[in-house]
């Protein structure tokens, strides 16, 4: 069997962010193919109404599985799966979708000063699939929604080589960091995929050290048990040119053409 034979594993995010993912299921998934899709024409999803961003999401699913036939989708964006994971589970019961939800189960159990930040989109924060998650796993912790409104577009210009303004960096991240009778945040979950590009500026902007907690090889590990090896696969990898990266909005500028070229994606 080659790879060509093989459906493809299709990551879907808001924007880029999803790449972090993606980069994570190649490691995983070496002897397969994927295909990358970005919704940039509705990017960014955290300012949506919540009705329609599912109506949205739900069509846009309806086109790229009759146009792509994966095998498994992994929908690499937190605001998107806590509003519509359910939704596209019940309008496509044939195909299987891994989700991406902020890692409070894996905080609290690593948290030992039992102060966790969640670092996420305004959309994310408000969602009550989150705060169930903090209910069921972590009821023993204080935990700290932080929703930001502009660290998505920020990630996005960061990814593509745009400099930041520490100071704007800094005022994103500061409310996750709080000191609470003489203990202090040790755990920061990145609840957007987005998020864990700049993971190293957040390292040196953050007042203190603290575990920032990226969900993405965990994603890919789920997603690789539910895809089947394939048997005499090359073990460098997927052929040239098979990856492919799907713009929603037609039109990618050329930073972003470049960035998915960097990533092994034709456009």
Same mark, same amino acid.
């Given at each position: 069997m080659t790879t060509s034979s093989a459906k493809p594993i299709l990551v879907f995010d808001s924007g880029i962010g999803g790449?972090?993912?993606?980069?994570?299921?190649?490691?995983?998934?070496?002897? $397969?193919h994927f295909t990358y899709v970005?919704?940039?024409?509705?990017?960014?999803?955290?300012?949506?109404?919540?009705?329609?961003?599912? !109506?949205?999401?739900? *069509?846009?699913?309806?086109?790229?599985?009759?146009e792509h036939d994966p095998e498994i989708c992994v929908i690499a964006c937190n605001t998107a799966f806590t509003l519509v994971g359910a939704d596209l589970r019940a309008?496509?019961?044939?195909?299987?979708? !891994?989700?991406?939800v902020p890692a409070i189960k894996p905080a609290a159990e690593r948290t030992r000063s039992g102060l966790v930040s969640v670092l996420a989109t305004p959309g994310t924060v408000k969602r009550a699939y989150t705060r169930d998650l903090i209910q069921s796993f972590a009821s023993q912790c204080h935990v700290r929604l932080v929703g930001s409104e502009n660290l998505a577009r920020m990630a996005e210009a960061y990814i593509r080589g745009e400099a930041l303004s520490d100071d704007d960096v800094r005022a994103e991240i500061a409310q996750c960091f709080l000191e609470q009778e003489g203990r202090k945040t040790d755990i920061v979950v990145l609840a957007c995929t987005h998020y864990p590009f700049m993971a190293n500026l957040f390292r040196r902007l953050a007042p203190w050290p603290v575990d920032w907690l990226d969900p993405a090889e965990a994603i890919? $590990?789920?997603? $690789?048990?539910?895809?089947?090896?394939?048997?005499?696969?090359?073990?460098?990898?997927? *052929?040239?040119?098979?990856?492919?990266?799907?713009?929603?909005?037609?039109n990618p500028d050329f930073a972003t053409r470049r960035l998915?070229?960097?990533f092994g994606l034709r456009v």
């Open positions: 790449l972090t993912v993606l980069r994570e299921a190649r490691v995983m998934m070496p002897e $397969r970005a919704d940039d024409a509705g990017f960014p999803y955290g300012g949506w109404e919540e009705g329609a961003l599912k !109506v949205r999401i739900v *069509a846009l699913f309806e086109r790229l599985l009759a309008a496509f019961p044939q195909m299987r979708f !891994v989700g991406t890919a $590990r789920q997603a $690789r048990r539910l895809v089947p090896p394939l048997d005499g696969i090359a073990s460098e990898g997927t *052929a040239a040119g098979e990856d492919i990266a799907v713009f929603t909005s037609g998915m070229q960097g």
